[in-house]
């Protein structure tokens, strides 16, 4: 079964720093763009961060630019999203997300959740003094 598992979330003051992980099981993840996105109550899913396979590239939505790095150990199958200097504004559920290999890059606008075939359940990240 293929499939992404998310961790790393919590309370953090603001100001401070979380990494997240998405440990992908049933695929490698070497061919596959991998990208986070979030949903705050009340708001739509938004894209955060996505990286591409192969050669890596990332891209960031410009809230997070400066503050939110993603990068992938394809040998432990695995995607990280360092955030520091987290905002009250960051407090969403973070979900991790798989796209099938393919030759376009990954992007995070509008309807990209669509481009994304697997995703983990998603983990709490509470931004808060």
């Known amino acids: 079964q293929l499939k992404v598992v998310e961790s790393g979330g919590g309370l953090v003051q603001p100001g401070g720093s979380l990494r997240l992980s998405c440990a992908a099981s049933?695929?490698?993840?070497?061919?596959?763009?991998l990208g986070w996105f979030r949903q705050a109550p009340g708001k739509e899913r938004e894209g955060v961060s996505c990286?591409?396979?192969?050669?890596?590239?990332?891209n960031y939505a410009e809230f997070v630019k400066g503050r939110f790095t993603i990068s992938r150990d394809n040998p432990k199958n695995t995607v990280y999203l360092q955030m520091n200097n987290l905002e009250p504004e960051d407090t969403a559920v973070y979900y991790c997300?798989?796209?099938?290999?393919?030759?376009?890059?990954?992007?995070?606008?509008?309807?990209?959740?669509?481009?994304?075939?697997?995703w983990g359940q998603g983990t709490q990240v509470t931004v808060s003094s």
């Open positions: 997300a798989a796209r099938r290999p393919s030759v376009q890059e990954c992007r995070l606008g509008v309807n990209s959740t669509d481009d994304y075939h697997y």
């Open positions: 990286i591409n396979s192969a050669f890596g590239g990332a």
């Open positions: 049933g695929f490698t993840i070497d061919y596959y763009a």
